[in-house]
């Protein structure tokens, strides 16, 4: 059985003001084996965020359901962990407490504290780092806390949203390949929002590709390249046809805004 | 940094030049017959008097008096707006009960309430503390209010997604990010509560430095009350210059702090 199930998933949302219902995701069945990793790609508005969010348990449900390893997800859980966009540390606690964060609000009593999050600091490179505030860290290693911090409750499955929207090109590319190896050692299933192709291409054991207007799932797309990846792949053929296989489905998306945009 | 330095140098020794400017044109202006010193007394005149005050003891008496009242109503004031903000901070409810009474406090004078305390607590310093008190609530209480209400939304959902109930929100998350924000509150308090113990004691008190302020000018000794006058401005400068210190030790984690 899959790891994460999602059967005809529907998140309405009101419009505070207009009160009118607007839908986000519609209609959205997927399913998720136990260690792999799945990018879910698409333009602004898609819903990727929220469909990740609602496997977080942080979203409501309107429709339909999302089972992981067979239990319903009715709220946040110790089995999912969440890596967010920057900016979600808590700024007045250093690196170390910042780790610590996520152990202590799920009351982990599996030893000693501090020894978890100094292994989990240390997996992610910034062993040297752990009494420093989030203010004096750059934003990729910002990220790396982030990502220590949920891994530090060892969660079944890592949920990411985004985590290297905030950093520029060569920064990402460099988290990118050091989440690869971090995951590989850590051996989790992982669902990753991005709206960036090669970023989607290059982590993913499966693509998820989201549309608009309600947030739908257009194709899931199988990716077979060899691992462990480094950057020598994103030259290769089998990558490229992938890009623009990607390409095309976001340029699809993007003419119908704009043919949003002129008829408005 | 150096440039930042060298300007805050600069500001400070700027600063200084401009205070000991007004000493100096005020003494001038008076040893030259400008200004009658009957009006205003001169420096030269006033340390001396503040000297024979000191040796009398009766700086210590005045001091200890506004003291004494000053930190009972910074505390029970600090006390009190910590709780309420953070009640109403965190639940819209009693911020809603509570807004009627800010409102008053913001548009109606706190020393038009002084008869009134007058009659419940009768002249001195139950009444001079009370006073002050009021004084000094509002900021405190507002600025609690703001920082916990204002929680980083963000932060608050990373939490809840580690499974934190309310609770750790509140003890983990909202509360320490606005430290920062009540020491603000409570900076602008120190300079409130002063004020109103030095107010309400100008009405009707046996000690203080109000007290005395109040009955040397109705003796029309200028430069025994110009004493009082200057150790009122410079307890204010220098209490909420201790509290600006330590809102500085609480803050050193916030990037858009610009220090």
């Known amino acids: 059985m899959a790891q994460i199930e999602i059967r005809d998933l529907g998140i309405d949302y009101r419009k505070p003001k207009s009160n009118e219902v607007f ?140 985590p290297f929207g905030a950093l520029d090109a060569q920064t990402r590319e460099i988290m990118g390949a050091e989440l690869l190896r971090i995951w ?47 950057e020598a792949i994103l030259d290769s053929d089998a990558f490229h046809e992938l890009r623009k296989r990607l390409r095309a489905h976001l340029a699809e998306d993007m003419s119908s805004m704009q043919l949003v945009q002129e008829v408005a | 940094m150096i440039a ?32 009658n010193p009957f009006f205003i007394s001169t420096p030269s005149q006033v340390a001396a008097e503040f000297m024979a005050q000191f040796e009398d003891g009766s700086v210590a008496t005045n001091v200890a008096a506004t003291l004494y009242c000053f930190v009972w109503s910074l505390g029970l004031a600090a006390v009190v707006g910590i709780v309420l903000g953070m009640l109403a901070g965190w639940f819209a409810d009693v911020e809603a009960a509570l807004e009627p009474f800010i409102w008053f406090k913001y548009s109606a004078p706190t020393v038009a309430f002084y ?33 916990i209400k204002n929680t980083d939304r963000d932060l608050a959902r990373a939490a809840r997604s580690f499974g934190a109930r309310p609770l750790d929100i509140f003890l983990r998350v909202a509360l320490p990010g606005s ?28 000690a203080g430095l109000g007290y005395a302020i109040t009955y040397y000018g109705q003796l029309m000794q200028t430069t025994k009350m110009m004493v009082s006058i200057v150790i009122v401005v410079v307890l204010g400068v220098l209490l909420t210059q201790i509290l600006s210190f330590l809102e500085s030790k609480t803050d050193s984690w916030r990037v858009d702090s610009n220090r």
């Open chain 1, 23 to 162: 839908s986000a995701v519609d209609s959205v069945a997927l399913s998720v084996e136990k260690g792999e990793f799945v990018t879910i790609v698409g333009s602004s508005g898609c819903g990727k965020s929220t469909l990740l969010m609602a496997v977080a348990g942080l979203v409501s449900l309107t429709r339909g359901s999302i089972e992981i390893d067979g239990k319903q997800v009715t709220g946040p859980g110790p089995d999912r962990a969440v890596v967010f966009q920057e900016a979600s540390l808590l700024p007045w606690r250093s690196v170390r407490g910042n780790v610590k964060f996520g152990l202590e609000m799920q009351r982990w009593n599996g030893g000693d504290l501090n020894e978890r999050a100094m292994q989990m600091i240390r997996l992610v490179g910034l062993g040297r780092f752990s009494d420093y505030h989030p203010h004096q860290l750059s934003g990729g290693m910002r990220q790396r806390v982030n990502i220590a911090r949920a891994l530090a409750v060892d969660p079944e499955v890592l949920l990411m949203d985004e």
């Open chain 1, 184 to 230: 590989e050692r850590a051996k989790k299933t992982a669902l990753f929002v991005t709206h960036d192709i090669d970023e989607a291409i290059f982590l993913a054991d499966k693509i998820v590709v989201m549309g608009r207007n309600p947030g739908h799932i257009k194709e899931v797309i199988k990716v077979d390249l060899p691992r462990p990846r480094n």
């Open chain 2, 4 to 35: 930042e330095l060298f300007y805050r140098r600069q500001a400070l020794v700027l600063g200084t030049l401009s205070m000991i400017g007004i000493v100096v044109f005020w003494q001038i202006a008076v040893d030259t017959g400008f200004i």
């Open chain 2, 115 to 147: 008869p009134l305390f007058v009659a419940w607590l009768g002249y001195g310093t139950p009444t001079i503390i009370a006073i002050a008190f009021l004084f000094a609530l509002t900021p405190i209480y507002a600025n609690t209010l703001s920082g």
């Open chain 2, 179 to 206: 430290v920062p924000v009540m020491m603000a509150g409570l900076r602008l308090g120190v300079g409130r509560a002063l004020t109103g113990v030095v107010v309400a004691e100008l009405f009707g008190a046996n």
